[in-house]
């Protein structure tokens, strides 16, 4: 009888030890497990510290360029705009290129009225010429750039657009995309197509990223425009003279 208790003793004996070692084994083998967590945890953490970080020096940024002049007045008149980016980034005074065709009366007459119209706000520097004349290193070194164009068919001059298509460089896009452009065409009649053309020349100062300006009023949304050869802006007998007599057949049209 005490043998068998002996040996049931020693059998519990060798279980509870057993038992312990696999405890123990667990043990070691969870603690690992929390350490990585722990880790995990705190790399987390510091990830979501490094973002907010970020963030808030984003929005800084932001704010900042807001509240610049010059991100503030996209949807002001051109001379408005320039002024303000004038007083705000130097003291030199900013160049705006006028383009317009030449051999052309109604434009020159347009070109020297929107010269007036700059020079009257103090910093800026008017710079007058044709698509002949001038060239795309002109573009480069102005700030704003005007151009000019007569409407052909609706469309804008080839003159000019020829110009646009081997002058200027697409590869120097990033150059121009801080400057300003607007557009004045003159037309024979007054649907004869002169929004078409002012958007013509629009979309190609879009494909050189520059910043589009309008008019100062709703009615002048696309750009200056000029009618040329139809009354009331053309009297009947200058008409006449011209051998544009457009009022006898509108006369004979209403008959």
Not at 102 to 115: R, V, W
Request: glycine share 8%; hydrophobic share 45%.
């Amino acid at each position: 009888m005490n043998d068998q208790g002996e040996l049931i003793y020693g059998a519990l004996s060798e279980e509870s030890v057993s038992l312990v070692k696999r405890k123990d084994r667990d043990r070691a083998i969870q603690q690992p497990s929390l350490r990585a967590i722990v880790w995990l945890l705190c790399l987390i953490l510091i990830g979501l510290l490094c973002l907010l970080v970020l963030a808030a020096s984003t929005l800084i940024h932001i704010r900042g360029h807001l509240a610049s002049p010059a991100s503030t007045a996209t949807n002001l008149a051109l001379p408005a705009l320039l002024s303000q980016s004038y007083t705000a980034t130097s003291h030199e005074k900013c160049v705006v290129l006028i383009v317009y065709l030449p051999n052309d009366e109604g434009q020159l007459q347009m070109a020297s009225h929107i010269a007036k119209g700059v020079e009257s706000v103090d910093g800026m520097a008017p710079v007058v010429q044709t698509v002949t004349d001038t060239s795309f290193e002109n573009v480069l070194n102005a700030s704003a750039v005007i151009l000019g164009s007569s409407v052909e068919n609706g469309n804008i001059h080839p003159q000019l657009q020829s110009w646009i298509n081997e002058d200027w460089d697409i590869r120097q896009s990033d150059l121009t995309s801080s400057k300003i452009g607007a557009a004045f065409v003159t037309a024979g009649g007054i649907s004869a197509g002169q929004e078409s053309t002012l958007g013509c020349i629009l979309r190609a100062f879009l494909i050189f990223r520059f910043i589009i300006v309008g008019g100062e009023t709703w009615t002048a949304a696309f750009g200056a425009s000029a009618v040329t050869h139809e009354a009331p802006f053309m009297t009947h007998t200058d008409a006449i003279a011209e051998g544009d007599d457009f009022l006898t057949p509108c006369a004979t049209l209403m008959k």
